[in-house]
């Protein structure tokens, strides 16, 4: 006996899938793409973003903004923040300004001289393609 053919809620043939993966995007976490390096410069943060592999970093070029960055620190920094390309190491470099509560030897923070935001922006997400 013939099973009856599904017409909705069924299975999709190979060609359906492709068209419905098309537009679809996942989220990933800068720490699956890239590596970080953070320090100071008097009140000033430095991170830079380095990508894992040649072929993402035109994704975080893309991706991870200046605008973003300032974002996601939104309440830790009182200044504004650069971004700086550096296509030849595939790589980005931020400069947060007013990070560190006046620097290293005034500031109270614990994280005086800016070493965990790079494992802080490692934690924004970004949509990958």
Request: aromatic share 4%.
């Amino acid at each position: 006996m013939k099973r009856p053919r599904r017409r909705s809620g069924g299975r999709r043939s190979g060609g359906q899938k492709a068209k419905a993966a098309v537009g679809r995007s996942k989220t990933v976490r800068l720490v699956d793409l890239a590596h970080a390096r953070s320090g100071d410069k008097g009140d000033t943060a430095n991170i830079g973003l380095i990508a894992l592999r040649p072929r993402d970093y035109p994704l975080l070029v893309r991706q991870v903004t200046a605008a973003r960055v300032a974002r996601h620190f939104k309440g830790m920094i009182t200044g504004t923040v650069e971004r700086f390309e550096l296509p030849n190491l595939n790589a980005l470099n931020f400069l947060l300004h007013g990070a560190l509560d006046g620097g290293g030897t005034i500031s109270l923070k614990t994280d005086a001289q800016g070493k965990v935001f790079s494992t802080a922006l490692l934690r924004m997400e970004i949509e990958r393609r």
